[in-house]
């Protein structure tokens, strides 16, 4: 712990009782005597005014309770990378390595579980030997001395630095310069102030592949003035920064497959156009940035955007978005595979499964929904869900099953993008499944059906009384307790008292007996 009072600690990121602060002010008092160190604490409130003491204004806070004068000796200004490296592994060199009990290093006076393989002693007592460091909370905040780190840990790949004392940026370079093979740093909860000008690249950061920038209060400027920087950068997180307002990056962050925007309030979603032809950006992540529509204006009904030409997973979970024409414009989307888009109001009066039912009709060329794979089946449920569903509407929009009168207003077109292509994939919608449901009433809603099992004569015939909404797949779960035959196994068919001699397949699970126009006295077939 350092307590020395250095000559730069305007500016400084500090601890003090375990609480985080910025020095805001270093000087007198009065009336009292000596040094006092001024404060805004990260968390106002630990603090006791805004820098205005007894009519004086020492420095500004953002909150009214932020500030607090504080004696440097209750102060902890951080220690260099390499001291905190070797507290957080033990490894202070006046410290002697011996063998615990129960397969146990102890290493001076701490004691560090091995893990199972053999290399762990020689991995955490040669530091040279170390790829991988992290010293989280470890109050890291300056590099130390020059060349310790490059000549004490020439092997280091990946560091975490998230959550100490860290005040610029020019820091982080200073400790970055020293790891000539750096691919991953993470830097998150470290308040700190980045250039506000263009600075030259220094080549620090060329190798680096992944950085983690959540809650450092980064704008979107910083961003774009430090990635000339980044040449090779894939994965860039940059959650709860505040971050309002977007650039288009100009010859910066080319190579970017992964964007974390979460937590900022990007609100408008024309502001993605800033970001959209990132030629390589494959996963965008917009997690609650009260984000409710986006619109793809290069592409009509149907046709597929030039922006985000590679994306294929996409993140909108706790948003704002409550209108269907912000996933139908997802479908114009060329690549995209993936969609997370928990705690949505998108139709809050419909059920989670017809909501998810509705989504996979919507986008064509989605393959997991919310973490869940949309299997062929499902997808085919769905759309044919979706065509019978919206057929009347379609009808009367102007739709038509011949196809030279088949021309829909514009307006329902632009409502259901896909409905025209899923006339053509599975036919348009006939008559008999448009078919206005009856009132529902008990009379109405059961069916008297004959189960007969043709290539089994010892099985008897059986009359059931059949919901007309159960589905195949549960008629399916029904013969299943009354035969002892896995549903998997099971063929359903059935012969209809208006159509003698035909035999219709009952070959979707998901369908209900009243779109296969099922009615009383009908007759099932069960074949295994």
């Known amino acids: 712990m350092s307590s020395i009072l250095p000559s730069d600690a305007l500016g400084r990121r500090i601890l003090c009782d375990a609480e985080y602060a910025t020095v805001q002010y270093v000087g007198s008092v009065p009336p009292t005597k000596g040094i006092w160190i001024g404060v805004e604490w990260d968390n106002p409130q630990r603090g006791k005014h805004d820098g205005n003491h007894e009519g004086i204004r020492y420095f500004k806070c953002r909150h009214p309770t932020g500030g607090s004068f504080i004696r440097p000796d209750k102060v902890n200004f951080g220690v260099g990378f390499l001291t905190a490296v070797k507290n957080r592994y033990g490894l202070n060199d006046e410290q002697d390595v011996a063998y615990g009990k129960d397969n146990a290093l102890v290493l001076g006076k701490k004691t560090v579980e091995l893990v199972g393989f053999d290399s762990v002693l020689e991995e955490q007592s040669q530091l040279n030997k170390l790829e991988n460091i992290s010293v989280r909370e470890c109050a890291v905040s300056h590099a130390g001395q020059k060349e310790e780190i490059s000549r004490t840990c020439p092997n280091i790949k990946s560091i975490d630095l998230s959550k100490n004392l860290l005040s610029s940026w020019e820091t982080v370079i200073d400790i970055a310069s020293e790891v000539q093979n750096l691919e991953i740093l993470h830097l998150s909860e470290n308040k700190m102030k980045f250039p506000s000008a263009a600075t030259p690249v220094c080549g620090t950061f060329d190798k680096l592949r992944v950085l983690t920038l959540n809650r450092t209060g980064v704008t979107w400027v910083e961003v774009l003035l430090c990635a000339p920087g980044w040449p090779a950068l894939e994965e860039l997180y940059l959650a709860s920064n505040d971050i309002t307002v977007l ?18 309030q990007l609100i408008d979603g024309n502001q993605l156009h800033l970001i959209a032809h990132l030629p390589r950006l494959e996963k965008l992540i917009l997690s609650d940035t009260g984000i409710s529509s986006v619109h793809f204006p290069d592409a009509g009904f149907g046709c597929k955007t030039k922006m985000f030409p590679s994306l294929k997973h996409l993140v909108v979970d ?35 499964e017809t909501l998810r039912q509705l989504i996979i009709a919507k986008i064509g060329q989605l393959k997991f929904l919310n973490k869940s794979e949309i299997l062929p089946q499902e997808r085919k449920g769905a759309e044919l869900d979706y065509r019978k569903m919206f057929g009347n509407e379609w009808l009367a929009a102007g ?22 292509l899923l006339c053509l994939k599975y036919g348009a919608p006939e008559e008999g499944e448009l078919k206005a449901q009856q009132p529902f009433t008990l009379k109405n809603q059961l069916l008297t059906v004959t189960i007969k099992c043709p290539d089994k004569p010892d099985q008897k015939p059986m009359e059931k009384k059949l919901p007309d909404s159960m589905t195949i797949q549960k008629v399916k779960g029904l013969l299943y307790r ?14 209809s008292l208006k159509m003698e001699g035909k035999e219709i397949e009952l070959d979707n699970d998901l369908k209900s007996l009243q779109f296969y126009a099922i009615e009383n006295g009908d007759c099932m077939l069960v074949r295994w």
């Open 247 to 264: 650039e288009r990056p100009t010859n910066v962050l080319q190579t970017l497959k992964l964007l974390d925007l979460s937590s900022n």
């Open 318 to 352: 706790n948003n704002k978005i409550s209108q269907w024409s912000f996933v139908n414009e997802l479908d114009k989307l060329q690549s995209l595979e993936s969609l997370h888009c928990w705690n949505n109001p998108l139709g809050p009066e419909k059920s989670p």
């Open 399 to 420: 739709g038509h099953q011949d196809p030279d009168k088949n021309r829909p207003q514009e307006e329902f077109l632009a409502a259901h993008p896909r409905y025209q």
């Open 482 to 495: 009354l035969l002892k035959i896995p549903g998997s196994e099971l063929k359903l068919s059935y012969e």
